[in-house]
């Protein structure tokens, strides 16, 4: 039997009040401080300067495919600093959707998708801090080592990682929900965002399997999920390689695409080692709980 109109708006009106004040406040707060702190440490005199000041290094490749989509001209040297296909498309496809939406111009857009997923990386964390019944102090002080933490820098700056980080905690968000198909299948498509925009995320993937050794009945949802999940970064292997497989053909070289996207451009600091663990250490609690 379906409710009343009234007991559902009832039920709306009971979730809504603490959803506002222990989620949505804190998460917005933070945004607008991270917003407050770049401004305050730039040089510049306007907002549009100072976001723009923030696309820099790999950036520049996700604003050119962005723009001009996948390039691709060989395999060596001086060929390969002008190819794109290291990177994946989650991110620039977020751009590009954003930048159309608000009528910007895709640099700034860079900026912009990245900050309105930071801010719903900090929605999922405090979704977790509810679920997990964590003392409002712990909240803070964990929220604050986010913040100052040195490679979170690159979660509201032109770069994938808040898009990532925020697919990755609703992926494993609402992957807790086994028993609820519909929210497995919204975790399948935070999934799918997650593996399209960076290639740890097809582990990660696998991990709604975990299910079916406690015993769910629910194996088909659960593998469509994994399944919906894999789909962003397989997919985007399967046509790139059909796609330079095609373009070597036509020169009578067999192009191997493989090897070279382990190769990305600029090179591996420390940055990119501390960002991995930064990801895998707000992971590590959900196989806790």
């Known amino acids: 039997m379906s409710l009343p109109l009234s007991h559902l708006l009832q039920r709306g009106r009971q979730h809504l009040g ?5 989620v949505l406040l804190p998460s917005l707060a933070l945004t607008v401080l991270q917003i407050f702190m770049i401004s305050l440490w730039s040089e510049e005199s306007n907002y549009v300067s100072i976001f723009k000041g923030l696309i820099q290094w790999d950036s520049h490749w996700y604003l050119g495919i962005t723009r001009r989509g996948y390039q691709f001209v060989g395999f060596d040297k001086i060929a390969y600093e002008q190819s794109n296909v290291a990177f994946f498309p989650g991110y620039p496809l977020a751009v590009a959707g954003i930048s159309r939406l608000l009528s910007v111009d895709p640099e700034l857009g ?4 990245a900050q309105l997923f930071c801010w719903l990386m900090w929605v999922y964390l405090f979704l977790f801090y509810c679920k997990w019944q964590i003392p409002p102090l712990w909240q803070a002080l964990a ?11 690159y979660l509201c700056v032109g770069y994938s990682e808040s898009l990532f980080t925020a697919s990755l905690l609703g992926f494993l968000y609402w992957s807790i929900h086994w028993d609820r198909p519909l929210l497995m299948l919204l975790a399948g498509i935070h999934g799918l965002a997650m593996s399209a925009t960076r290639i740890v995320g097809l582990p990660v993937a696998l991990i709604p399997l975990l299910n079916l050794w406690s015993g769910s009945r629910r194996w088909l949802w659960t593998v469509a999920t994994v399944s919906l999940a894999l789909l962003g970064g397989l997919g985007f292997f399967s046509l790139l390689s059909a796609s330079l497989w095609t373009l070597g053909s036509l020169h ?3 192009v191997l695409l493989w090897p070279q996207l382990c190769q990305l451009p600029g090179h591996c600091s420390s940055a990119h080692l501390y960002s991995s663990l930064f990801y895998w250490s707000l992971a590590i609690p959900v196989f806790l709980f």
């Not at 603490?18 to 222990?22: D, T």
């Not at 929220?143 to 820098?153: E, G, K, N, Q, R």
Request: charged fraction near 5%.
């Open 252 to 254: 009578g070289n067999a």
């Open 143 to 153: 929220s604050l080592l986010i913040l100052v933490y040195p490679t979170s820098f």
């Open 18 to 22: 603490p959803f506002l004040g222990r």
């Open 110 to 113: 860079l900026y912009l998708t």
